[in-house]
């Protein structure tokens, strides 16, 4: 029998250990794992030349816009972005233009999304204003999780509106998908800005001074009582200080169902950054001290962060650079970024490469409950990502297959480089190309029923 394509000569990720092997490759899945002599006739016969192969990247935290913000990103430069960077499905965020938060929003996203994707896409929702519409926007439209803003009124539900907040967790409850949280308090952060502002202070430091880790940590408290009382599960997004990963800590030992992210410019940029770079390297929640960068890994480390994620959050360079920082986008791109980083720390020995795969494919893939991807194995989907970690090059911005061509990480020189991505079994990045046509990536939908 002789399948679409077979992978040979490869090293791959498979449970932990790299395997001298290949793969067969037919109908979108991986049908045989096997050493080069043993596997079948493909149609099409790929030599990776002794590459490795890991799982394709499940980056939970995407900003792909479209629609009315099509000007900053849209579903074919997002998802050519993602594949460029290694990473094969997206988890779309819902404050859109319109916003997702209704069957009829997320719907009409799905059918805009359709046909022009080139990697898997999965979709939140925010909160509907009748939160008795949530049931439906799971198991009707397929949304993978809900996506509540604590700092801003994103959605129908009021983040000061703890009923309706209670109500809406105990709906997702019911049907057992996370609510992912933007964690930071709102009423502290609207005095904090209305202060500045009549102090006159529109500098970045402003800004670091508003977005502190004690509203993060006000927020993530909140939380907790709200999970408590209606066991939602929670996920807390892009986590960023030392305080609000303790506080999640504690959540956790106290067997709450949480879990959380950080992005890698929170663990890898410091707010010098901030203050060097302005608008360009400012993003919600803000770079914080070296002090809490040391708590992030050390978090890390002892296993209390679930999933890297992007936040990749594009915007035109003009809203980066505003003369008051308060009329700044905040936001960086980070699909391209991500693998690159993470794979140079892997080179430098702080982080292990089974740690780099549990974070990007494995737990995302658990946390939302995504079946059949996250992981090599005979019978899953075959998204994977070739990489060469002997390449080293410079993260050029101006080369970025997004449409926000700016980076904070620009000029670093990294080791290890995403140079093939394949979705659903399908060729879609070849070294920094994209070959496939839109279409090949499909849309993600939550299986439906009661958790
Ligand atoms: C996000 C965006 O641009 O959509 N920006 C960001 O800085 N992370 C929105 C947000 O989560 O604040
Ligand atoms: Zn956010």
Same mark, same amino acid.
């Given at each position: 029998m002789t399948v679409d394509t077979v992978l040979e000569n490869a090293k791959l990720y498979l449970r932990g250990r790299i395997v001298e092997a290949g793969l067969a490759i037919d109908g979108g899945r991986i049908t045989k794992i096997a050493k080069t002599p043993n596997l079948p006739e493909g149609s099409e016969k790929i030599d990776v030349e002794g590459r490795l192969i890991l799982p394709g990247l499940i980056d939970?935290? =995407?900003?792909?816009?479209?629609?009315?913000l099509s000007y900053k990103e849209d579903f074919y430069t997002g998802t050519a972005a993602a594949a460029n960077g290694g990473i094969t499905l997206v988890m779309d965020m819902p404050n859109n233009e319109p916003t997702t938060m209704s069957l009829n929003s997320l719907r009409e996203r799905m059918r805009i999304a359709e046909g022009r994707i080139l990697v898997n896409t999965a979709f939140y929702s925010a909160f509907p204003k009748n939160v008795g519409e949530i049931g439906k926007i799971i198991?009707?439209?397929?949304?993978?999780a809900f996506k509540l803003y604590m700092v801003r009124r994103i959605?129908? =539900?009021?983040?000061?509106d703890r009923e309706a907040l209670n109500e809406a967790f105990r709906e997702t409850a019911r049907f057992g998908v996370s609510v992912a949280i933007h964690a930071e308090d709102i009423k502290m952060i609207e005095a904090g800005v209305e202060a500045m502002r009549n102090l006159g202070r529109n500098d970045p430091e402003a800004y670091l001074e508003v977005h502190t880790p004690e509203a993060e940590v006000k927020a993530i408290r909140e939380v907790a009582r709200l999970t408590e009382k209606t066991k939602a599960k929670v996920h807390i997004c892009h986590l960023s200080s030392s305080a609000g990963v303790e506080a999640v800590s504690e959540m956790k030992s106290r067997g709450l169902p949480v879990t959380c992210e950080v992005t890698p410019h929170h663990l890898l940029l410091t707010s010098e950054y901030a203050k060097r770079l302005g608008g360009l390297a400012l993003m919600d929640p803000p770079l914080r001290s070296e002090g809490d960068v040391k708590g992030l890994w050390r978090a890390l480390h002892r296993g209390v962060i679930d999933i890297v994620a992007s936040d990749h959050a594009p915007h035109t360079l003009e809203e980066k650079s505003g003369s008051s920082i308060w009329d700044v986008k905040t936001g960086i791109p980070g699909l391209e970024t991500t693998l690159p980083l993470l794979l140079t720390e892997v080179y430098r020995g702080r982080l292990t490469l089974q740690s780099l795969v549990r974070l990007t494919s494995e737990r995302p893939a658990m946390v939302f409950g995504?079946?059949?991807?996250g992981r090599i194995s005979?019978?899953?989907?075959?998204?994977l990502v070739v990489v060469d970690m002997k390449r080293r090059f410079k993260i050029d911005s101006?080369?970025?297959?997004?449409?926000?061509?700016?980076?904070?990480?620009?000029?670093w020189e990294v080791r290890g480089k995403p140079v093939k991505t394949f979705v659903n079994g399908r060729l879609v990045m070849d070294d920094g190309e994209i070959v496939a046509k839109p279409g090949v990536g499909v849309i993600i939908r939550r299986m439906g029923g009661l958790g």
């Open positions: 939970v935290h =995407v900003h792909l816009r479209d629609q009315g198991t009707e439209g397929g949304a993978v959605g129908g =539900v009021d983040p000061t995504i079946t059949g991807r005979e019978g899953g989907y075959a998204d101006s080369s970025f297959l997004s449409k926000a061509k700016f980076s904070p990480f620009d000029g």
